[in-house]
């Protein structure tokens, strides 16, 4: 059975420290690995990851893959409090682009 | 942007009753998702759309659950007889492409079975 796992499960950090969030995964038929945010409701989309290896960046946030260890890591570094959310991690495994997601990890940034 | 839109943002409905939740997926998009979440857990998938037809489906979505695109925009789940366990936020989703591009969600529907 496909299953992913993020941890930790929540976490409370100051403003401009740097939070690495990680996402382990066993799947068969793995395609891509794609991380969300979740501030109140909808996921926003923050980055799909296919290859290993290879990092992506967006401003402070940052990811890579690992597909050998099968893990990905998100980083934020000189975190806002805007950043507060659950992140999520997904993957696919199929062409229709169904993912799966983990549980989430809970990111809390105080002033 | 453009957005992934859904009516209604809350929804209160008895056990038993029927309910629409509707979504105006990205236009140029060909690929449409529901997924759910109940409080506190995982998003999770319940079926996926294309072509004027489901492409997959969970074993969450049962005969009580249908879903449908009437026109060339909107794209809608219905629940035929809510049960309590059905409370849950639901989110339609969209994307373009076939291979691997990213899923924009909607802000979700709220959906309490009393």
């Known amino acids: 059975e496909d299953k992913v796992v993020q941890s930790p499960l929540s976490l409370v950090v100051h403003e401009g420290d740097t939070v690495t969030l990680n996402c382990s995964y066993e799947?068969?038929?793995?395609?891509?690995l794609l991380w969300y945010k979740q501030e109140k409701k909808a996921p926003t989309f923050l980055f799909m990851l296919t290859s290993s290896g290879i990092e992506k960046k967006s401003g402070r946030l940052s990811s890579i893959l690992d597909k050998k260890e099968l893990f990905s890591i998100l980083n934020i570094t000189a975190t806002q409090t805007g950043d507060s959310a659950v992140y999520l991690c997904?993957?696919?495994?199929?062409?229709?682009?169904?993912?799966?997601f983990g549980a989430g990890t809970q990111v809390v940034v105080t002033p | 942007e453009p957005e992934v839109t859904q009516t209604p943002s809350h929804q209160v409905t008895q056990m038993g009753q029927e309910v629409i939740l509707r979504c105006v997926p990205i236009?140029?998009?060909?690929?449409f998702y529901w997924y759910r979440q109940i409080l506190g857990q995982k998003v999770e998938f319940l079926v996926s759309f294309y072509n004027n037809e489901i492409s997959e489906k969970s074993e969450i979505f049962d005969d009580q659950f249908s879903v449908e695109r009437p026109d060339g925009s909107n794209f809608t789940l219905k629940i035929r007889s809510t049960k309590l366990e059905d409370s849950a936020m639901y989110f339609c989703a969209s994307k373009g492409g076939r291979q691997g591009e990213k899923l924009f969600f909607g802000s979700g529907t709220q959906l309490s079975v009393l």
């Open positions: 799947v068969t038929n793995f395609r891509s």
């Open positions: 236009s140029n998009h060909l690929y």
């Open positions: 997904a993957f696919s495994t199929d062409s229709w682009g169904k993912l799966q």
